[in-house]
């Protein structure tokens, strides 16, 4: 039988599921929820991507930022990675390494936050008035959006630089699996920890 994918462009957790079951979860009992099956990733992604409205993922011509973040345990080094594009055109390249130890308790979640922060920091940079960040860790879309209380410095900092780019551009957040093989989320990946031994 070959294999579906299930994208589900509304729901609790928008993004790309391998299972029924796993998609079914995020649609039912969802008011109006939007989602399909696919033969292939691309497709189900371009079908994510072309969702319409305020507050929705990203359509055709929009800028998308794929960030993640890693971690070395024995250097106590935090690092991102980031890949913005758009219509498939990866457009930048984006990592960087750091050590603060206020940050580095927090592990590879400081990456990850910073990796949005400099997505969008590019996004404003080169003139962009919209962008959505795909990522993998909950917390990017939550600190950013009230919905989950900032306890630790990274997750306090994350919000105070959000807000003042907020005024400068619309930031949507769509939820992506971590390492389901998304293209863009693994090279995001990939650049997070080539950061770390650079």
Not at 132 to 141: A, P, S
């Amino acid at each position: 039988m070959p294999k579906k994918y299930y994208a589900v462009r509304k729901g609790r957790k928008p993004g790309i599921y391998s299972t029924w079951p796993e998609a079914q979860k995020q649609v039912s009992g969802y008011p109006s929820a939007q989602f399909k099956s696919f033969q292939t990733q691309d497709e189900a992604q371009a079908y994510i991507n072309n969702a319409a409205g305020k507050n929705s993922i990203a359509g055709p011509d929009s800028l998308i930022a794929y960030v993640d973040g890693s971690f070395n345990k024995r250097t106590k080094t935090y690092s991102y990675g980031v890949v913005l594009l758009i219509n498939d055109t990866v457009l930048a390249e984006l990592s960087n390494s750091a050590k603060d130890p206020k940050y580095a308790e927090s592990f590879q979640i400081a990456g990850e936050c910073f990796g949005a922060l400099n997505a969008i920091r590019w996004a404003i940079e080169n003139n962009y008035k919209d962008i959505t960040i795909y990522y993998d860790y909950l917390g990017i879309e939550m600190w950013a959006t009230g919905q989950w209380k900032a306890n630790k410095t990274v997750s306090q900092d994350y919000i105070k630089f959000f807000q003042a780019y907020q005024k400068k551009i619309n930031v949507s957040f769509v939820k992506v699996k971590a390492h389901t093989g998304v293209l863009y989320n693994e090279r995001a990946d990939e650049l997070a920890k080539q950061a770390l031994t650079a």
